[in-house]
C-alpha cells in the first residue's frame, strides 16, 4: 500500500475536492534534422508558412468560442505567431543555415522562450511557456501528429505542465480538480485552470512522479495542499470538507437569480462585464442587473480587419436587445498597452500604458471613433445605452469626446431625420487626477465607473500585468480606500450613479470593501455574480458603514485586509438560504 503523501502548492482556486487522478503529459516530438539545399530552401519556407497559416486559423476560429480572459490569451498567442522577430530568425535559419522547416522552427522558438525565461521580468518569465506552446502546435503542424485527446478522462488532472492549448483536450464538466507542479501563479494557464470552477493547485513539486492514473488524491484549494493516496481516515476527513464546500456553492447559487441586498434591504445593483460574442445574453440578464462594462475591444481583437459600422451595430443592437431594457454601459476602443491589434500598427512607446491609448487614442484618430459612435448612436434605440469614455484624464477629455458625440449625432439625425438617440455619457474613473477632480467631473457626466485595476496601477506607480515590482501591486491599499470613497461622495452630492467594474468587484472580500466605502453597483464576470450577492446579503448597512470607517482609518494594506478579515470571518458561519419569498 502506497504512503500518503502531502504536497504544499499555490492556490490558484480555492474548493475541496477528493477523487481519481488522471495524468496529463506532453509527448516530447522528435524533430527531423537535416540539411536543405539552396534550392530547396524556399519550399521548406513554404512548409513553415502552411503551418503557420494552419495554427492562425485554428486560433482564429477558436476566438469565437471563448470569452473574456480566455479571449484575450488566445489574441496574445495569436500576436505571438505575427511575431515578425521570430519569422525573420526560422528563415533565416533556413536560408541561411540550411535547417528544415521542423529544426528552424523548433530552434528559433527555443531560442526565444529561453531568452524570456532569463528575464528578471516575472511577466515576461511567465510569457516562456506561451511561446512554448506555439512550438508545439507549429511542430504538430508541421510533422502532422496529433495530440492526444483527454475528453473522456474523468477526475483530477495531474501534470507536470500546461499550456494554454492544452485545456482545448480536456471535458470541462469531466476535470474535478487541477494539481500541475509549475508555479506561476499568474501564467495563461493559471488563469484558463481557473475558469473550469474547481479547486486548483500549481507548485505541486514532484507530483506528476508520485502518482499513477487512478490512485486516489484530495486537493484542499482553500490550504494549497494536495494529498496523494490518504488514508482511509485522512479520505474521509476530506469528503466531508467537499461535501461542506459543495453546500456552500450551492447556496451561493440560489442567490445567483435573486436581487442583490443586505439582511436590512439596503439594495445594490449588480451588474455583469461582456467582452465576447460568445455569450447567453439571455442568462446574463436574467442575473444582472445590466451589463456595468461591454468591452469593445473584442470586436477589433478577434477581427482580420477594422470593424466597419455595420458589423458594429449589429453587435451593440444585439447586446441592448439582450438586456431587454436594462442599463449597458458600453466602453468605446480601449487599445495600447496590453491590447494591441495583429492587423493595426500602434505607436511603439517606452511605456505604453502611460502613452496615447484607449481615449486618447480616439480622439487622435476621428474617423476611427466617429465610425464607433455613428454604431452606438444608431443602435441606442435598442435599449438603454450608457456610453463610457476610457482613461480620462479631466474634464478636457470628457469635453473633446462629448463634442465629437454631439457632432455623430447632428450628422445621423440630418441622415436620418426620425432617428431617436437615447444614452448617457459617462467616464471611467481609473486615473488618479480624475478621481481627484470627481467634484468637477461629476457636475458634468451622467455617470462613471472605477476601474480599480488601473486606478491602482497608476495610484501606486506599478504595472498591472506584470514586472519586478510585482508585489507593490497592492489593491487593498488604504490610498485606494480613500479615493474610491472621494468618489463616491463627489457623485452622491450631484446625485449621480458611480459604480465598479474592476476586478475588485468581482471578488467577495473587495465588493464587501467597496460597499463599505458606499458603492452601491458592481461589475463583474458572471461566475462572480452568485458569491458577491450571496456575502452582500450577510451583511447589515449598519456593519458595512462601520467597516468602512475603520478602512479609512487604516495605514497600511495589512490593516485593511486584517479588518475585511475579521468582518467576512464572522460570516462565513453564516451563510444562509435566503427566507422563502425574500428577493
Known sequence: MQKETVINGITIAPGVVIDEVFLFAHEELEVPQYMV????????????????????????????????????????????????????????????????????????????????????DPYLKQRSSDIQDIRLLLLEQLLHRKRKDFKRMRGILGANELFPSDFKQLCREAVTGIVTEQDEATSHAAIIARSFDVPVIFGAKGISAMVQNGDLAALDGNQGTAILNPTAGTAAKYRNLQDADRKK???????????????????????????????????????????????????????????????????????LQGFRGKPVIIRTLDIGADKQLPYFSLPEEANPALGKRAIRYCLSNKELFRTQLRALLRASAYGDLWIMFPMISG?????????????????LQREVPELQCRFKLGIMVEIPSAAMMADTLAHEVDFASIGTNDLTQYLEAVDRVGGSAGDYYRPFHPALMRMVHQVVQAFARERKPVGVCGELAGKPDGAVALASLGIRQLSMDRTSIAGVKCTIAQFETSELQALGDR??????????RSELEAAMAKKRTDLRMPIKGER
Do not use: W
Not at 39 to 48: K, L, M, R, V
Not at 286 to 291: E, N, P
Open 395 to 411: 474634464v478636457e477629455d470628457y469635453r473633446a469626446a462629448k463634442k465629437t458625440v454631439i457632432a455623430v449625432q447632428e450628422e
Open 551 to 560: 478602512l479609512l482609518q487604516a495605514s497600511s494594506e495589512e490593516e485593511v
Open 249 to 319: 456553492k450551492e447556496i451561493r447559487n440560489v442567490y445567483l437569480r435573486r436581487n442583490c441586498q443586505t439582511k436590512d434591504g439596503a439594495k445594490f445593483a449588480i451588474e455583469v462585464n461582456e467582452g465576447t460574442m460568445d455569450v447567453n445574453y439571455t442568462d446574463d440578464c436574467a442575473c444582472s442587473d445590466g451589463v456595468g462594462l461591454f468591452r469593445t475591444e473584442f470586436l477589433y481583437m478577434e477581427s482580420a480587419r477594422l470593424p466597419d459600422e455595420e458589423t458594429q451595430f449589429s453587435a451593440y443592437r444585439e447586446v
Open 37 to 120: 539545399k539552396a534550392e530547396e530552401a524556399e519550399q521548406e519556407i513554404t512548409a513553415y508558412h502552411s503551418a503557420l497559416e494552419r495554427v492562425m486559423q485554428e486560433m482564429t476560429s477558436s476566438l469565437a468560442e471563448l470569452k473574456g480572459e480566455e479571449s484575450e490569451i488566445m489574441n496574445a498567442h495569436i500576436m505571438i505567431l505575427n511575431d515578425s522577430e521570430i519569422d525573420s530568425q526560422i528563415q533565416d535559419y533556413i536560408r541561411m543555415e540550411q535547417y528544415n522547416a521542423a529544426k528552424a522552427v523548433d530552434a528559433a522558438y527555443r531560442e526565444f522562450a529561453e531568452l524570456m525565461a532569463s528575464m528578471d
